[in-house]
T-cell receptor, first 113, second 117 residues
Framework: AQTVTQSQPEMSVQEAETVTLSCTYD???????LFWYKQPPSRQMILVIR??????QNATENRFSVNFQKAAKSFSLKISDSQLGDAAMYFC??????????FGTGTRLTIIP | GAVVSQHPSRVICKSGTSVKIECRSL??????MFWYRQFPKQSLMLMAT?????????EQGVEKDKFLINHASLTLSTLTVTSAHPEDSSFYIC?????????????FGEGSRLTVL
């Protein structure tokens, strides 16, 4: 079974600084998708960024970028120029094809003003 | 992105009663919807996969008679917690898979907080 591991239960970063959240996963598949979701205090799940495994280029979305290392099964999220609104739980997730999402345990990110 | 609406957002009920939570895709048709349960400060745990017009597929350890899932149309799936007890108190979240025009992306509802007294 696929597993997703987030080894950092909590992280904090100074406003305007950069922070990297770690994620590793285990799969025997070669074709899959990886995601980072944000869950703010409202509890609404928000898609931050998505990566297709067949793409070598790392995905970027404005201040958010990933470091996808397929061989190492690593998928870290970098948040640049951190803002107060970035404070949330961040979940890494794996999905094969059109199957279900498997979530990591989450990392609580605190932004220090 | 597309919108998924869950209702009610909060519900309080007495032990032994049944509660129904609705999940609607507002601007797209969703052949597949997923139901999750989230305990405080924990991750989302998949309960079941709901396919329109067929029986839901439950994850191991989830009681199908306890958590009834119906996906009667392409825009509506319901989760009914039958004979609810305090241990069923939790945050329930649904997600719906968008079609080809959405690249198969999953969209999440706002969640429903159930409190069983």
């Amino acid at each position: 079974a696929q597993t997703v591991t987030q080894s950092q239960p909590e992280m904090s970063v100074q406003e305007a600084e950069t922070v990297t959240l770690s994620c590793t996963y285990d799969t025997s598949e070669s074709d899959y998708y990886l995601f980072w979701y944000k869950q703010p205090p409202s509890r609404q799940m928000i898609l931050v960024i998505r990566q297709e495994a067949y793409k070598q280029q790392n995905a970027t979305e404005n201040r958010f970028s990933v470091n996808f290392q397929k061989a190492a099964k690593s998928f870290s999220l970098k948040i640049s120029d951190s803002q107060l609104g970035d404070a949330a739980m961040y979940f890494c997730a794996y999905m094969r094809g059109n199957e279900k999402l498997t979530f990591g345990t989450g990392t609580r990110l605190t932004i220090i003003p | 992105g597309a919108v998924v609406s869950q209702h009610p957002s909060r519900v309080i009920c007495k032990s032994g009663t049944s509660v129904k939570i609705e999940c609607r895709s507002l601007d797209f048709q969703a052949t597949t919807m997923f139901w999750y349960r989230q305990f405080p400060k924990q991750s989302l745990m998949l309960m079941a996969t709901s396919n329109e017009g067929s029986k839901a597929t439950y994850e191991q350890g989830v009681e199908k008679d306890k958590f009834l899932i119906n996906h009667a149309s392409l825009t509506l799936s319901t989760l009914t917690v039958t004979s609810a007890h305090p241990e069923d108190s939790s945050f329930y979240i649904c997600s719906a898979r968008g079609g080809r025009e959405w690249g198969g992306e999953l969209f999440f509802g706002e969640g429903s907080r159930l409190t069983v007294l």
